[in-house]
């Protein structure tokens, strides 16, 4: 769930120069290997449901840790790819910038925290297969994995900018921080595990959505159970 | 790769996480929805606090923002456009893909 939901400038000027910068070269080097590479229908077709689902329950606050929105970017990653993975954190976060959930201001750092949990998510599914791990385990480790990772980089966004407003000491504010960083590892588990289960699901119906049949040929791989 | 060690490794992690949510939860305020807990926090510091970690009577409810800015009905159109443009995306690549299919058998001898 980790996203940044302070409101406009609360990050100094710079910060978001550097975020917003950082940002739209990560969405220009997707772009381009797009461009370069090329992309399936069917890929463009789970982007377009992944980003509905993503954006849904982006904005659903659930009654667990005080109340707090899970993100799905762990299953987008997984099952889009971290390419379209990364573009549908730019497109829930524009959406949910302009329903007021998040600063258009901090589109750019909250486009990278979120494109990071799709993005390792991604990459450790596919490392987890290769080992030979199951479905359910590889798809709960790699969600919770990614989602660790975005809070972490959510964490260090705020540390480094510093917060407009805050008579904190950086020492203190690193405390503070670090404390909402660990509430998000508690709610990455929460959603690895609801990744693990859907991405199970979804092997055992669909196996190509999740790569692990080819989607033209419909030859299964092997050494992999669901 | 032996199932124990799988779920062992997931089962570590989880721990991990799941420790660190606790000391999250309680450095941080105890049982405060996100936007109050991450403002507090960052203007005043780490305070302890409790709670209940799960308070079921409080339900499933539309982020605040968009609730009291009286934007539910376009969040729900945004969700509907994005499932529309996603399976009818899907229905295209599905009907695509057999076309593909029938043609690649038309061709072979």
């Not at chain 1, 982006?58 to 009654?63: K, T, V």
């Not at chain 2, 936007?35 to 305070?47: C, E, F, I, M, T």
């Not at chain 2, 695509?96 to 299919?101: A, E, I, Q, V």
Request: aromatic share 8%.
């Amino acid at each position: 769930m980790a996203h940044i939901h302070l409101g406009e400038g609360s990050f100094p000027l710079w910060a978001l120069a550097l975020w917003t910068t950082i940002g739209v070269a990560l969405v220009g080097a997707v772009v381009y290997r797009i461009r370069k590479g090329g992309i399936r229908t069917n890929q463009i077709a789970l982007a377009g449901i992944g980003a509905a689902a993503s954006f849904a329950i982006f904005q659903l606050n659930i009654p667990v840790w005080g109340g707090i929105h899970m993100n799905l970017t762990g299953l987008v990653g997984i099952l889009a790819g971290p390419l379209l993975g990364a573009l549908i954190a730019l497109v829930v976060n524009i959406f949910s910038a302009a329903l007021g959930h998040g600063a258009v201001g901090l589109l750019g750092a909250n486009t990278l925290v979120n494109a990071s949990e799709a993005i390792v998510a991604y990459y450790a599914f596919r490392t987890l297969l290769r080992m030979d791990w199951d479905i359910f385990p590889a798809g709960a480790s790699a969600a919770t994995l990614g989602l660790s990772a975005g809070a972490i980089l959510m964490g260090a966004i705020i540390v480094i900018s510093g917060v407009n407003g805050s008579a904190l000491p950086r020492g203190d504010l690193t405390i503070a921080v670090a404390g909402l960083v660990g509430l998000n590892l508690g709610v990455a588990v929460i959603e690895g595990i609801l990744t693990g289960f859907v991405v199970q699901f979804l092997a055992s119906v669909r196996p190509d959505l999740v790569g692990l049949v080819d989607h033209t040929t419909g030859e299964e791989s092997t050494g992999v159970t669901a | 790769m032996d199932r124990w060690k799988q779920y062992g490794g997931l089962a570590g992690l989880f721990a991990v996480c799941l420790a660190a949510g606790l000391w999250g939860f309680r450095s941080t305020g105890g049982a405060l929805p996100w936007a109050k807990r991450s403002a507090q926090a960052l203007q005043r510091g780490a305070r302890a606090g409790g709670g209940a970690l799960v308070d079921l009577g409080r339900g499933i409810v539309v982020a605040g923002p968009i609730r009291k800015g009286g934007l539910v009905l376009e969040f729900v159109g945004v969700v509907a456009a994005l499932a529309l443009l996603g399976i009818g995306l899907y229905a295209y690549a599905s009907r695509y893909r057999g076309l593909d299919d029938s043609e690649r058998a038309a061709r072979q001898p």
